[in-house]
């Protein structure tokens, strides 16, 4: 099977930078695509950042300019480095990636969310 697990969540003061990581684990044949979602209280999960089928990026207006995507293939591991943050950046931040495991059709996989909270 196939875990996400992802780190560097925390309290961060309006302005100022954060640093997230994802790291998958498991008997990973393919990752199709990678990519970060968030949810604030009482809203829908809404994405901030991918990796497409194509290999390229895409972000969400809100974030544009301010967030940036990467990641470390050999290693399985996402990055979102969150610059410039604001109060309405506050949400759990989910790491979400599509991915086949050996022998096995491809499938969503979520990790358990980081929580992100930015301060005024």
């Known amino acids: 099977q196939v875990q996400l697990a992802e780190s560097g969540g925390g309290l961060v003061q309006a302005g100022g930078s954060l640093r997230l990581s994802c790291a998958a684990s498991?008997?990973?044949?393919?990752?199709?695509?990678m990519g970060w979602y968030r949810q604030a209280p009482g809203k829908e999960r809404e994405l901030v950042a991918e990796?497409?089928?194509?290999?390229?990026?895409r972000y969400a207006d809100s974030v544009k300019g301010r967030f940036t995507i990467s990641r470390v293939n050999a290693k399985n591991t996402m990055y979102l480095q969150m610059d410039s943050v604001k109060p309405e950046d506050t949400a759990v931040y989910y790491c979400?990636?599509?991915?086949?495991?050996?022998?096995?059709?491809?499938?969503?996989?979520w990790g358990q969310g980081t929580q992100v909270t930015v301060s005024s």
């Open positions: 498991g008997s990973i044949a393919s990752i199709n695509t």
């Open positions: 990796f497409t089928r194509g290999g390229s990026t």
């Open positions: 979400k990636a599509t991915i086949r495991i050996t022998f096995r059709p491809e499938l969503d996989y």
